[in-house]
Nanobody, 124 residues
Framework: QVELVESGGGVVQAGGSLRLSCAAS????????MGWFRQAPGKDREEVAR????????VYASSVKGRFTISRDNAKNTVDLQMNSLEPEDTAVYYC?????????????????RGKGTLVTVSS
């Protein structure tokens, strides 16, 4: 059974940090571009970050660039998102996602798999 399970969400004060983790099972992530996206209440989904198959290329939304870092461990079948200098605007449910193939083709509209999400709340 294919599954992506996120963990690490919670409540943090503005300026704080959280590290989200995503564990994949039922498939190997090494042939998938992996990413994180988020959705705040009443807003559309927003891509946060993506990372290529070998972990050598990353792409970030302008809203998180310089504050968030995505990483992957293909041997452990995991993907992490380190979030620093959190702002109240970062409050959202964060989802892990996978799309087979190149990072250049990655799109929220064509994901192969997504997790159920983990809630991040940043208080001011």
């Amino acid at each position: 059974q294919v599954e992506l399970v996120e963990s690490g969400g919670g409540v943090v004060q503005a300026g704080g940090s959280l590290r989200l983790s995503c564990a994949a099972s039922g498939f190997t992530i090494k042939i998938y571009t992996m990413g994180w996206f988020r959705q705040a209440p009443g807003k559309d989904r927003e891509e946060v970050a993506r990372i290529n198959l070998r972990g050598t290329t990353t792409v970030y939304a302008s809203s998180v660039k310089g504050r968030f870092t995505i990483s992957r461990d293909n041997a452990k079948n995991t993907v992490d998102l380190q979030m620093n200098s959190l702002e109240p605007e970062d409050t959202a449910v964060y989802y892990c996602a996978a799309q087979q193939g190149s990072w250049t083709d990655y799109s929220l509209r064509t994901l192969n798999y997504r997790g159920k999400g983990t809630l991040v709340t940043v208080s001011s």
